[in-house]
């Protein structure tokens, strides 16, 4: 087993998966009475509220790169559709197994609002998560300590064919049926 330790799973829509270095910092968006202090340098993933209220000075750090917005299952990514032009990241906290908000949230951000940046699924995701969240438009996949990465890589290829319609752009079975003529 091979530690996740500063290494998630990218996986481009559509592309291969592979594991690489992950140079995001999560950043706790802290409490009214002491807000958050964000690093001056290295890449970081800012909670939506610390977002909205410093986005002027948090902008061209963004555009850089440098800045990514997480979501927590409360959070609504709507609040995000007049940013995906400047946001390279975008990233769903999972706390727990059982919260799906952000496998819509993906949709949302890839069909309605034309996000075309890399989205992060982070906290507790599980291997038979990883091929759904891909096909919601999720490109990087943050794992907890102690699971496989060459694991979670393999979870990919559990399904070769999608039976549904999705944001990652692959043709159901049904339309590659109708396409060749079948």
């Not at 829509?13 to 001056?40: H, Q, S």
Request: proline share 5%; net charge negative.
């Amino acid at each position: 087993m091979s530690s996740t330790e500063n290494k998630i799973i990218s996986k481009p829509l559509n592309g291969a998966a592979n594991i690489v270095a992950n140079e995001f910092l999560v950043v706790e968006p802290g409490t009214a009475e002491a807000p958050v202090a964000i690093p001056a340098e290295g890449k970081v993933l800012v909670h939506l509220s610390v977002w909205e209220a410093n986005k002027a000075e948090l902008t061209a750090r963004a555009q850089a790169g440098e800045l990514g917005v997480y979501l927590n299952p409360e959070d609504n990514p709507e609040q995000l559709q007049g940013d995906v032009r400047v946001l390279k990241l975008i990233a769903f906290n999972f706390p727990v197994f059982k919260y799906g908000q952000g496998y819509s949230g993906a949709v949302l951000l890839r069909t309605r609002y034309g996000f075309t940046g890399d989205i992060r699924a982070f906290g507790d995701i599980w291997r038979d998560q990883f091929f759904f969240l891909a096909r919601c438009g999720f490109t990087q996949f943050d794992i907890k300590e102690g699971k496989s990465l060459e694991d979670a890589l393999n979870a990919f290829a559990d399904f070769t064919i999608p039976y549904q319609t999705s944001a990652d752009g692959s043709l159901p079975i049904f339309n590659r049926r109708a396409a060749a003529g079948a």
